[in-house]
């Protein structure tokens, strides 16, 4: 990848950061060789900040990392397109992306899942997810089948948002089960589009 670093006076190319799975720009940033190499070797984007005059690793203050996944330079060897799996809101405001735009409407599931890897780093009191996970396997797995019976139960009646909230609560459960297994919702999917491919 040749990236025209010399181009701009002051050394730095645009790079926008773009969520891998949603699609959604999120971000845009200015990287040196220096911050290219840094993202590049350590798998975190990483910026040249122009206010701190330095590199700046985004998350390093508050752990909401851009994990990189690809990269690639425009025609003009002048702009980066950096497809990213962000761990947390983007934004210093908390929001999603600089442009105050949602996220993961569209993939909420995908970032149900980043916020469960989150939590499971938790200290115990103060994370639900990281309570199941300190009473290990055998309590989470016994969790998610208490939730199917439950869901079962509110199937017989007429109550919609119970049942609605029970399958939401069986829905979470397993995505924590998966996590636990080291496994993801993609796997499952995959293995369904590949049964559905072989009808």
Request: glycine share 6%.
């Amino acid at each position: 990848m040749k990236i025209d670093f010399k181009k701009y006076a002051d050394g730095l190319v645009p790079a926008i950061i773009q969520d891998f799975d949603t699609e959604k720009v999120l971000m845009l940033g200015f990287m040196n060789e220096e911050a290219l190499h840094k993202t590049e070797s350590t798998g975190k984007v990483t910026f040249f900040s122009r206010s701190k005059n330095r590199l700046w690793t985004k998350g390093e203050e508050s752990g909401n990392f851009l994990e990189l996944k690809t990269m690639a330079v425009d025609c003009d060897n002048d702009t980066l397109l950096i497809k990213v799996h962000p761990l947390g809101p983007v934004c210093h405001t908390g929001a999603d992306t600089c442009w105050s735009e949602t996220n993961h409407d569209s993939n909420f599931l995908l970032y149900l899942e980043e916020i469960i890897n989150l939590r499971r780093k938790a200290t115990p009191d103060s994370s639900y997810v990281a309570s199941l996970f300190a009473k290990g396997i055998n309590k989470i797995a016994q969790k998610v089948g208490e939730e199917a019976v439950e869901l079962v139960i509110e199937a017989k009646d007429n109550n919609e948002s119970l049942f609605l909230n029970e399958a939401a609560d069986l829905l979470f459960h397993y995505l924590i089960l998966l996590n636990a297994k080291g496994h993801n919702l993609q796997e499952v999917l995959t293995i369904l589009q590949q049964r559905h491919s072989k009808k």
